[in-house]
C-alpha cells in the first residue's frame, strides 16, 4: 500500500479523476451545446463547492434545451440552414 501511495501516477490519475468528475455538468452542457452555457459553468464551478449546486449544475446540464443552429453566429457551420435539409447527394450548400 505504500507503494501505491508514493506513486506519482497514481495521485495524477487520481487528481485527473476528481477534476473530470467536478467538471462533468459543464463537459455535459459543452458536449450537447445547451443555452446559457456560461451559467452552466459559473453554476458547476460556484456551486459544485456546496452539497446542493453540483448536482443542480449537473440537472441544468440534462435538462437545458439545446442550441439551435440558427442562433449559432457566422461562420459556426450554421449559416441560416439546417444540416438535415442539405441532402448532400453532389450538391454544395451555398456560401
Request: aromatic letters at 8%; hydrophobic letters at 50%; proline letters at 7%.
Amino acid at each position: 500500500m505504500d507503494a501505491l501511495a508514493g506513486s506519482y501516477v497514481f495521485w495524477i490519475s487520481l487528481i485527473v479523476v476528481l477534476v473530470t468528475a467536478y467538471l462533468l455538468p459543464s463537459l455535459i452542457g459543452l458536449l450537447r451545446g445547451v443555452e446559457h452555457l456560461p451559467l452552466l459553468i459559473i453554476l458547476n464551478l460556484l456551486g459544485g463547492l456546496t452539497c446542493i449546486g453540483w448536482p443542480a449544475a449537473f440537472l441544468a446540464a440534462c435538462m437545458l434545451p439545446k442550441r439551435r443552429l440558427d442562433d449559432l453566429p457566422h461562420g459556426w457551420g450554421g449559416h441560416g440552414l439546417r444540416l438535415s435539409t442539405w441532402s448532400g447527394r453532389g450538391h454544395r450548400p451555398p456560401s
